[in-house]
């Protein structure tokens, strides 16, 4: 079995299905499950590249793909489109092309396909903040009709592809990254005036457009290798409460599934009704509790239980303090006292003291003194 037996070849992809195929000619992926999860936007900024508009998103958007999980590593939005949808002459107007990487397998790539028409009637309104950060636009997600039918077919990367360059030596000698493509078939709508606007913010001179394919795939070939997958999952965003896009705190928690209460008919209903608190409003209100008085119930709390050893030691840490500075300026000022106390309630030595203390004179000595005197 060759290669082209697997896969597309560059001169084959992106692939243009024959004009007379229906999709009930190809083989059916009833097992086959996609889901896509984009609960917060990008920046939604855009630059420049070769074949169109390289788009920020969000890199938390998931692609689960039969259970393996593939994280996106860019979004590009091609002029003009890469894929002709069966039915049609021509490829869509313009394309948004976001790729997948296998979470452990980087080798393994899936790119998603959403073509789209210029039309002022049902004109997703994701394109209207493309080009500069605003607040509250749409997910990714949100370019995908959830009704939509998808086209699975393993090929050649348009990555390093132009339409001046479609197969490179490095590249599509043999291919040198091959990808499975997911092609939205329902297309989406933009409007001329986002279509304008946005095609004006490519670069003239380095734009060169998107790869284009040499030949068209036969009848034959569509139907061993295309895949028709019935349809998609999109989860759906979180619910944002107000224009400060606070995320519900319903998010936010964990949950224990009960499988006899919570799992009904294969689906899973856990948390009771939805919650309009969200994480802003409580802690605003942990701080107001915090802030407020409790009301007294007469029991002992741990703060009483604090508030009494803090007074006891308060009390005699500062008895101790006191009586310390006491004893020092005491101590300083009295310095001889103590010895001198001693001294005085010892009877010998109080005597001794005595003897050497002065006598003082006495009335009559001193009336002799004055009459000696006299004579």
């Not at 803090?310 to 005491?330: E, K, Q, R």
Request: aromatic fraction near 6%; glycine fraction near 6%.
């Amino acid at each position: 079995m060759s290669l082209t037996d697997t896969l597309f070849s560059c001169d084959e992809t992106p692939v243009w299905t024959p004009a007379t195929l229906n999709p009930t000619h190809l083989p059916p992926c009833l097992s086959c499950t996609l889901r896509l999860t984009s609960e917060v936007a990008g920046p939604g900024t855009c630059s420049p590249t070769p074949i169109g508009l390289r788009i920020e998103e969000n890199p938390m958007t998931e692609l689960t793909i039969n259970g393996a999980r593939y994280n996106l590593i860019q979004v590009d939005m091609t002029f003009a489109g890469i894929h002709r949808l069966y039915g049609q002459q021509n490829v869509c107007d313009t394309e948004l092309v976001a790729t997948f990487r296998h979470i452990s397998d980087t080798s393994k790539l899936a790119l998603i396909c959403v073509p789209l028409v210029k039309s002022d009637t049902g004109a997703n309104s994701y394109f209207d903040t493309l080009g500069s950060v605003t607040r509250g636009r749409p997910v990714l997600s949100s370019v995908i009709d959830m009704n939509t039918q998808v086209l699975s077919y393993p090929g050649a990367s348009i990555a390093g592809r132009t339409a001046l360059d479609s197969r490179p030596r490095g590249i599509c000698a043999p291919i040198a990254y091959p990808v499975t493509y997911y092609l939205m078939l329902t297309p989406s709508m933009i409007s001329n005036k986002n279509f304008t606007r946005l095609r004006g913010l490519c670069d003239a001179k380095m734009l060169k457009g998107p790869p284009r394919p040499f030949a068209e795939i036969s009848m034959n070939r569509a139907t061993r290798i295309l895949t028709l997958i019935t349809s998609i999952t999109l989860k759906a965003p979180v619910r944002l409460r107000d224009a400060d896009a606070a995320l519900s705190t319903k998010s936010l928690k964990c949950y224990r599934i009960d499988p006899k209460k919570d799992i009904k008919d294969d689906k899973v209903y856990i948390g009771g009704a939805p919650s309009d608190t969200t994480l802003a409003d409580e802690l605003r209100k942990a701080a107001d509790l915090s802030s407020s008085e409790p009301p007294d119930d007469g029991s002992v709390k741990p703060g009483d239980i604090e508030g009494v050893v803090g007074i006891v030691l308060g009390v005699t840490i500062g008895v101790i303090l006191c009586a310390t500075v006491a004893f020092l300026i005491w101590n300083g000022t009295f310095t001889k006292y103590l010895s001198v106390q001693k001294l005085y309630n010892n009877p010998l030595s109080a005597a001794k003291l005595s003897m050497k203390m002065p006598k003082l004179p006495t009335l009559s000595s001193m009336i002799c003194k004055e009459n000696m005197g006299a004579k």
